[in-house]
Nanobody, 128 residues
């Protein structure tokens, strides 16, 4: 089992920045990939970014490319999402997700079903 705890959400003005953190505990030695998803009110949970725990593969949704950066700190078992130039449409609950079994990362990194563990979510609100 892997437990995930997100932090770092909050209220920020459009154009501002936030950094989300996701601390993993438990069977972290078996980690394969971690990702960030978000869910806005009335919308489906959508993929934001993902990274192979080994670090050689990173992907972003087109809507955040160039503004968000995912990174991981292996000794701390933590993954980050640095968000800059935030827009109103970035407002959502952001969820951290982890997978501890192999899946074809390039093809299925955006699929929620590939991630077995989820955090409780952290609210990000971007105001005008």
């Amino acid at each position: 089992q892997v437990q995930l705890v997100e932090s770092g959400g909050g209220l920020v003005q459009a154009g501002g920045s936030l950094r989300l953190s996701c601390a993993a505990s438990g069977r972290t030695f078996s980690m394969y990939a971690m990702g960030w998803f978000r869910q806005a009110p009335g919308k489906e949970r959508e993929f934001v970014a993902a990274v192979r725990w080994s670090g050689e593969s990173i992907y972003y949704a087109d809507s955040v490319k160039g503004r968000f950066t995912i990174s991981r700190d292996i000794p701390k078992n933590t993954v980050y999402l640095q968000m800059i130039s935030l827009k109103l449409e970035d407002t959502a609950v952001y969820y951290c997700a982890a997978a501890d079994t192999f899946f074809p990362f390039t093809l299925r990194k955006t699929m929620r079903s590939e991630y077995s563990y989820w955090g409780q979510g952290t609210q990000v609100t971007v105001s005008s």
